[in-house]
């Protein structure tokens, strides 16, 4: 098997202080999360930043720079930046659009619109498509979140119609109200409608994070783990850090005997393009 890609969500933007009081929220706290993610064994960094004020999801150019420049200085780790706008927020296209002005090696390409609790995941075809051709132009590989069956289709035609470059990446985000469940049955199901030649990571959100994460690293997936996806440690325990979920990921894969790939050797598997 290659070795395993691990990937932190640092942050999200919906988990909020009342929730738990270890979700990052100032800009230095995102940035020192992926820090000690990194140090922890993370390669891939998923980066979205908050407004310090309200604690809430933000698109702003000049808080993404201070996070993306304190991880550049201290890491090399693969950084790769949401473009997935604000829950209940209807972006413009291009405010989604601007963590690509600080050239990322990979962006999160949300890969169809879904229904959310009370809020529709907007991604429509002409986001999707202005978003795929801004990469395009850019290098920048997108990272592919997929919900559910429709969006591998989805990705698939737009690597037909020559939008999205191979080999492709999929990130399966599994357990989300309104998308497929966090089991065994939708994992196998995704990876095995995906192109022969493209990689897989998989999110399992809330209590399917462990499971997931277990279930890919025996397959050969790559996993992601973080406080975006899922703030508790074990059953009523929150986790304290991010560098916490890692650092049992990294225990795990080495009883299994799969070696943790660095941000180097994630580069190499994930075919991505130096910038």
Not at 65 to 92: F, M, Q
Not at 99 to 125: H, K, Q, T, W, Y
Not at 142 to 156: D, H, N
Not at 241 to 247: D, I, K, S
């Amino acid at each position: 098997m290659e070795k395993l890609i691990i990937t932190v969500g640092i942050t999200g933007s919906r988990i909020t202080r009342q929730q738990t009081p270890y979700i990052p929220i100032l800009p230095e706290e995102i940035a020192q999360s992926g820090i000690e993610a990194w140090r922890a064994g993370a390669s891939v960094l998923h980066i979205h930043v908050r407004d310090p004020k309200t604690g809430l999801g933000a698109q702003d150019y000049s808080i993404f720079k201070e996070v993306v420049d304190r991880i550049r200085s201290e890491t090399d780790a693969i950084l790769c930046l949401t473009t997935s706008g604000i829950p209940g927020r209807n972006l413009e296209f291009r405010e989604r659009l601007v963590p690509l002005s600080l050239n990322p090696e990979l962006v999160s390409f949300d890969a169809g619109s879904i229904n959310m609790r009370e809020n529709v995941f907007l991604n429509p075809p002409e986001f999707l498509e202005l978003l795929a051709q801004e990469t395009l132009a850019k290098g920048i590989k997108p990272e592919l979140e997929v919900f559910e069956v429709g969006m591998v289709e989805t990705c698939i035609r737009y690597l037909e119609k020559g939008l999205l470059k191979p080999p492709l990446h999929f990130q399966f985000v599994l357990g989300v109200v309104g998308g497929m469940s966090a089991t065994a049955k939708s994992l196998l199901h995704l990876s095995e409608i995906i192109p022969p030649d493209s990689t897989w990571s998989v999110i399992g959100i809330g209590p399917g994070q462990l499971p997931m994460a277990m279930i890919a690293m025996t397959m050969g997936g790559h996993v992601r783990v973080g406080l975006e996806d899922n703030i508790f440690y074990s059953r009523g325990v929150l986790a304290k850090t991010n560098a916490e979920l890692v650092e049992r990921i990294v225990r795990i894969s080495k009883e299994f005997g799969r070696e943790v790939a660095t941000p180097d050797e994630a580069r190499k598997i994930l075919s991505l393009t130096p910038l």
